[in-house]
């Protein structure tokens, strides 16, 4: 089992920059981890991940604007959000799904608000 800690959400105006953090209770290597976001009265997404093979993968709507990256030494994971917009203005979410091998479970930190005013 891995417990997740989310930190770095905040206000800030549109423009303006956060970098999200995950830190992780154990190794994150073998999991392919992600960020997810919910808004109020929308569904959860998916925002950025890393996929299977080591890359990534970002939503439409963030590309070029916002960067995942990892330090498995840390067990930490990080999103980095340029050039946010109102829009972005939800609750984020760290993921991590283990490889089926390793049971395949899944796990979610408790999330960090992030709001951008106009």
């Known amino acids: 089992q891995v417990q997740l800690v989310e930190s770095g959400g905040g206000l800030v105006q549109a423009g303006g920059s956060l970098r999200l953090s995950c830190e992780a209770s154990r190794s994150i290597s073998i999991y392919r981890m992600g960020w997810y976001r919910q808004a109020p009265g929308k569904q959860r997404e998916l925002v950025a991940s890393?996929?299977?093979?080591?890359?990534?993968n970002y939503a439409d709507s963030v590309k070029g604007r916002f960067t995942i990256s990892r330090d498995n030494a840390k067990n930490t994971l990080y999103l980095q959000m340029n050039s946010l917009k109102p829009e972005d203005t939800a609750v984020y979410y760290c993921?991590?799904?283990?490889?089926?091998?390793?049971?395949?479970?899944?796990?979610w930190g408790q999330g960090t608000q992030v709001t951008v005013s106009s």
């Open positions: 890393f996929t299977s093979g080591g890359s990534t």
């Open positions: 993921n991590a799904k283990a490889p089926v091998g390793w049971g395949g479970y899944e796990y």
